[in-house]
């Protein structure tokens, strides 16, 4: 299936995340001019294993948290080097959330 094929709202996220694969993350980072590479699969990883586990994206704060295991204090300053235009606009979008709604869009 490629991405042409997925149902997404008119801000490019996925309408049913359950479609999400890593080919997909991969068109949608394309798409957002994201060259992945495993800092950013790490993130990614960790949000599909939340997702999966409480049917709603981590919040940012998450996010950090599991990143910060491995790469201490900076995690914060790292997940907005990986996702420079904010975690929902793109981390979000690549894992295959649904947009947030309630969250701003940093």
């Given at each position: 299936m490629t991405i042409d094929m997925l149902e997404r709202d008119a801000e490019g996220y996925l309408i049913e995340p359950g479609d999400w694969n890593e080919?997909?993350?991969r068109a949608?980072?394309?798409e957002e001019n994201i060259q992945l590479n495993d800092d950013h699969w790490d993130a990614i990883r960790f949000m599909r294993e939340y997702y999966d586990e409480?049917?709603?994206a981590a919040d940012a704060r998450f996010v950090i948290k599991h990143l910060a295991e491995r790469m201490g204090r900076d995690a914060q300053k790292k997940l907005f080097e990986l996702f420079p235009y904010g975690y929902v606009k793109q981390a979000c979008k690549i894992a295959g959330m649904r947009r947030p709604r309630a969250w701003s869009t940093g």
């Open positions: 080919d997909v993350a949608l980072a394309e409480h049917q709603v």
